[in-house]
Antibody, heavy 122, light 107 residues
Framework: EVQLLESGGGLVQPGGSLRLSCAAS????????MTWVRQAPGKGLEWVSA????????YYADSVKGRFTISRDNSKNTLYLQMNSLRAEDTAVYYC???????????????WGQGNLVTVSS | IVLTQSPGTLSLSPGERATLSCRAS???????LAWYQQKPGQAPRLLIY???SRATGIADRFSGSGSGTDFTLTISRLEPEDFAVYYC?????????FGQGTKVEIK
């Protein structure tokens, strides 16, 4: 059974930083692209970033480009999202999700974690 | 690609048929269109991919159709557990984009 467990969220001040982690199990983590999707309170889904299986390809939404960095440690079956220069509009539940393939092109989001709330407020 | 879902809210009774629409601002390549179901406080769940293929474990009352810019999710007979928000998403071009969602509520 695919399991994705996010951690690292919480309250942070505007301009601050936070690193989200996602521990994966139940599949061969190193063989699949991974992605982050967020959902602001009461709003719809917004794709944030994706990374290929071997981390040789990454992609970011314009809204986070230059501020967020996606990475992975295949030896630890863990996905990360480093978030810097946080803004109030980054407040959301952040979902870690597994892609259906290895590459980030044509990335079908197959399984989702339960999400982790990030609140940016003073 | 901007995805526009309609209607915003669908009020139906259990046993009725639900038809949800997703229209894209430009053609979705290779029919790379997915549908997700999200219940309150839960993560989204993949229902349909490739416009018409059911994901593993999804009941056959869920079906998807369409191509190009117009796609449809049909729930043939609503069960109590089907009342939720449904999102379409295209993965044929970057960036990935989602529709704004259709809420299916109990009438």
């Amino acid at each position: 059974e695919v399991q994705l467990l996010e951690s690292g969220g919480g309250l942070v001040q505007p301009g601050g930083s936070l690193r989200l982690s996602c521990a994966a199990s139940g599949f061969t983590f190193s063989s699949y692209a991974m992605t982050w999707v967020r959902q602001a309170p009461g709003k719809g889904l917004e794709w944030v970033s994706a990374i290929s299986d071997r981390a040789d390809g990454t992609y970011y939404a314009d809204s986070v480009k230059g501020r967020f960095t996606i990475s992975r440690d295949n030896s630890k079956n863990t996905l990360y999202l480093q978030m810097n220069s946080l803004r109030a509009e980054d407040t959301a539940v952040y979902y870690c999700a597994k892609g259906a393939g290895a590459v980030i092109a044509f990335l079908l989001v197959e399984y989702w974690g339960q999400g982790n709330l990030v609140t940016v407020s003073s | 690609i901007v995805l526009t879902q309609s209607p915003g809210t669908l009020s139906l009774s259990p046993g009725e048929r639900a038809t949800l629409s997703c229209r894209a601002s430009q053609s979705v390549s290779n029919r790379y269109l997915a549908w997700y179901q999200q219940k309150p406080g839960q993560a989204p769940r993949l229902l349909i991919y490739g416009a018409s293929s059911r994901a593993t474990g999804i009941a056959d009352r869920f079906s998807g159709s369409g191509s190009g810019t117009d796609f449809t999710l049909t729930i043939s007979r609503l069960e109590p557990e089907d009342f939720a928000v449904y999102y379409c998403q295209q993965y044929g071009s970057s960036p990935l984009t989602f529709g704004q969602g259709t809420k299916v509520e109990i009438k």
